[in-house]
Nanobody
Framework: VQLVESGGGLVQTGGSLRLSCTASVSVFSFSAMAWYRQAPGKQREFVAGVTAGRDTRYSDSVKDRFRISRDNTKNTLNLQMNSLKPEDTGVYFC????????WGQGTQVTVSS
């Protein structure tokens, strides 16, 4: 399984970005998908996740600002990020679970103050 993230970039505080993760197989294959991020000098942390049944979960730091969604027709996992803050800066990774875990290479998000 290959996962390719896109949509990262530089944005000002309060701005928005939409990340996408495109899978090489149907997302129906995955029991769950999620976004993680890693800030410089910090451990990778959970951001948001969605199950095959479309149940979603968010970290407290992004709840009410980010929205995760799966597009089964395009084999993508999306993350709409609004009201971005400098502390949202980091490399964002996509993870897919199908009995084993697969990870993408990440996309950089930088929020300037």
């Amino acid at each position: 399984v290959q996962l390719v993230e896109s949509g990262g970039g530089l944005v000002q505080t309060g701005g928005s970005l939409r990340l996408s993760c495109t899978a090489s197989v149907s997302v129906f294959s995955f029991s769950a998908m999620a976004w993680y991020r890693q800030a410089p000098g910090k451990q990778r942390e959970f951001v948001a996740g969605v199950t095959a049944g479309r149940d979603t979960r968010y970290s407290d730091s992004v709840k009410d600002r980010f929205r995760i969604s799966r597009d089964n027709t395009k084999n993508t996992l999306n993350l709409q990020m609004n009201s971005l803050k400098p502390e949202d800066t980091g490399v964002y990774f996509c993870k897919a679970v199908a009995g084993y875990e697969s990870w993408g290479q990440g996309t950089q998000v930088t929020v300037s103050s």
